[in-house]
């Protein structure tokens, strides 16, 4: 059994997310603490406990890609488990202002099938753009994306 290949996110997204999930709580409390009405504690008081949740999702550090005899498991856009007999290769593609991870999948309709109808939607968009329906960006990777896809068809060939 080989030992699974943990991806995280990238340290300086997760310090700007950091900063951006505290800002928002800060701006609220300051907000409910000076203005004074029924609808600034709602307002605010709802955009504090998101900037609450998110400063604790950001602040766990999990990893945000699994690499594992099964398959790839990502958290990101919907993607979920990609078994490795959906996987035909690698590409990296750029988008408007990044670049991303493409995962060329053999039978895109059967992969497909066990996802819910907001997420097809958004993975069709990927279709369209990238070519293929499962990507990753490359925030989601603490190394570079050459060197993540290397390791990945590494452990893959392995």
């Not at 498991?73 to 007999?85: D, H, K, R, T």
Request: net charge positive; charged share 20%; hydrophobic share 50%.
């Amino acid at each position: 059994m080989k030992t699974p290949l943990l991806f995280y996110r990238n340290p300086k997204r997760r310090k700007k997310e950091l900063f951006f999930s505290v800002l928002i709580i800060v701006i609220s409390v300051a907000a409910i603490l000076f203005l004074a009405s029924a609808f600034v504690y709602i307002f605010f008081g709802i955009f504090t406990f998101v900037g609450l949740y998110l400063l604790n999702a950001y602040a766990q550090n999990k990893p945000s890609v699994i690499v594992s005899e099964e398959g790839i498991l990502c958290s990101v856009n919907g993607v979920g488990m990609i078994s490795w007999e959906f996987v035909d290769g690698f590409t990296i593609k750029s988008g408007f202002n990044f670049e991303a991870l493409v995962i060329v999948l053999k039978d895109q309709e059967v992969f497909f099938r066990d996802k819910n109808s907001m997420v097809k939607n958004l993975m069709k968009s990927n279709v369209r753009r990238f070519g293929s329906p499962a990507i990753i960006p490359e925030t989601e990777f603490h190394v570079s994306l050459q060197n993540a896809m290397g390791m990945i068809e590494n452990y893959r060939n392995s």
